[in-house]
């Protein structure tokens, strides 16, 4: 894969069969801090032969947009052409199937369709550079096992349990009485587990660790 010395500069190449989706793709990747030009392709076939007439640093599509192809079998066939760009891949949804699939069939980054632009910058860097790169929140959904994801994020335990607690309606007070611990403690292992999360509210750090598998309604998962 292509490593530059000047990822602020990158050539990118978009490619998708559908006409505002290729250029909702080349709008968004020019408009990136470490992007200086982008191409365009409509079929995969296209994607291909540009890929073989020209340097890119880096080609960004998405999985399902080919006709002739699905992403998978794309980055296969771009791994056969031995060339120096990075493939970063964009994901409708967080399957661990696709994103396992995606990295095992020659792509360098997987990112969400839906996320900031400056991870897709830096995907867009990365896979230039030849590293793989995944959003926290996808590296999480393709570790098995909760104590993998727990681990992943930092979290203890007893964040855990209080979590689960939390996340079962109870207050703070009443975690503390059925752990064993102080109603600030309670408060600052909330405080480090919404770090952990990347969140702000109870609310959302408990829907975030249903989500994960990190715990249910009412106990922790392990």
């Not at 493939?87 to 399957?95: E, F």
């Amino acid at each position: 894969m292509k490593d530059t010395d000047s990822p602020e500069a990158l050539t990118v190449i978009v490619a998708d069969h559908r006409p505002v989706m290729a250029e909702a793709l080349g709008l968004l990747a020019q408009a990136l801090p470490s992007v200086a030009r982008v191409d365009r392709a409509r079929r995969a076939p296209d994607l291909l032969a540009a890929l073989l007439e020209e340097r890119y640093a880096s080609a960004l599509f998405c999985l399902d947009g080919f006709r002739e192809m699905d992403g998978f079998s794309l980055c296969g066939e771009i791994q056969r052409l031995r060339v120096d760009t990075g493939v970063v891949v964009l994901l409708d949804g967080p399957s661990s199937h696709a994103i396992k699939s995606a990295l095992g069939a020659g792509a360098n980054a997987v990112v969400p369709m839906v996320c900031e632009p400056r991870e897709l910058d830096r995907a867009l860097v990365d896979a230039a550079r030849g590293r793989q790169y995944l959003p926290h929140e996808l590296a999480l959904n393709i570790l098995d096992g909760t104590e993998a994801r727990s681990q992943a994020l930092g979290l203890t335990q007893r964040q855990r349990d209080v979590l689960a607690l939390a996340a079962s309606g109870s207050s703070n007070g009443e975690i503390a009485g059925e752990l064993f611990i102080s109603p600030s403690t309670v408060k600052r292992d909330l405080s480090e587990a919404f770090k952990a999360l990347g969140v702000r509210d109870r609310l959302t750090a408990c829907q975030k660790a249903r989500e994960l598998g990190i715990v249910t309604a009412g106990r922790t998962e392990g």
